[in-house]
Antibody, heavy 118, light 109 residues
Framework: EVQLVESGGAVVQPGGSLRISCVDS????????MNWVRQAPGKGLEWIAY????????YYADSVKGRFTISRDNDKKSLYLQMNSLRAEDTAVYYC???????????WGQGTTVTVSS | EIVLTQSPGTLSLSPGERATLSCRAS???????LAWYRQKSGQAPRLLIY???NRATGIPDRFTGSGSGTDFTLTITRLEPEDFAVYYC??????????FGPGTKVDIK
């Protein structure tokens, strides 16, 4: 069964940094384009970052550009999100999600919670 | 930037009833790039429909997607208990790469 498992969520002070991770159980992880999507408490879904299978193509939402960095290690079947200069509005559940079906996110992790608060 | 609007905001129905959810794009989009998700309380979203009308793996045929241009619809023919949830439409392409609608909550009448 395809499974993505996120980890690393924590309570962080404003201005702080955090790295969250997502591990994939599939042998073919490197073939999939991966994303981070977040959901603030009681709010809808917000896509924030994309990385292609070969790691050379990366896109960000304007809300995180310059502060967050997406990366992957295909040998470790892992996806990462380095978050710097964190703000209260970054408080959310962060999901990793795979583009499997064309132009859609067909596999999601269970999410990891990041809280930015003093 | 494509903006997606969903209506209604909340739909109150009984099990076994038919649900019709609407998603409107701010400009015409390719039907290839429109998807729908269901998110149960406390869970991650699950892909239901991709490419406007294609059911994702394991999705029962009571879910049907349709539409073109700026207007898209998700129809659930007979609501099961697990269908009382929030539904999001999503567009792929441009900047941002993925755009989600604000969601429609289907709750029990």
């Amino acid at each position: 069964e395809v499974q993505l498992v996120e980890s690393g969520g924590a309570v962080v002070q404003p201005g702080g940094s955090l790295r969250i991770s997502c591990v994939d159980s599939k042998l073919t992880f490197r073939a999939y384009h991966m994303n981070w999507v977040r959901q603030a408490p009681g709010k809808g879904l917000e896509w924030i970052a994309y990385i292609g299978g070969g790691t050379t193509t990366i896109y960000y939402a304007d809300s995180v550009k310059g502060r967050f960095t997406i990366s992957r290690d295909n040998d470790k079947k892992s996806l990462y999100l380095q978050m710097n200069s964190l703000r209260a509005e970054d408080t959310a559940v962060y999901y990793c999600a795979q583009i499997g079906q064309p132009y859609a996110l067909d596999v999601w992790g269970q999410g990891t919670t990041v809280t930015v608060s003093s | 930037e494509i903006v997606l609007t969903q209506s209604p905001g909340t739909l109150s129905l009984s099990p076994g009833e038919r649900a019709t959810l609407s998603c409107r794009a701010s400009q015409s989009v390719s039907s290839n790039f429109l998807a729908w998700y269901r998110q149960k309380s406390g869970q991650a979203p699950r892909l239901l429909i991709y490419g406007t009308s294609n059911r994702a793996t394991g999705i029962p045929d009571r879910f049907t997607g349709s539409g073109s241009g700026t207007d898209f619809t998700l129809t659930i023919t007979r609501l099961e208990p697990e269908d009382f949830a929030v539904y999001y439409c999503q567009h792929y392409g441009g900047s941002p790469l993925f755009t989600f609608g604000p969601g429609t909550k289907v709750d029990i009448k």
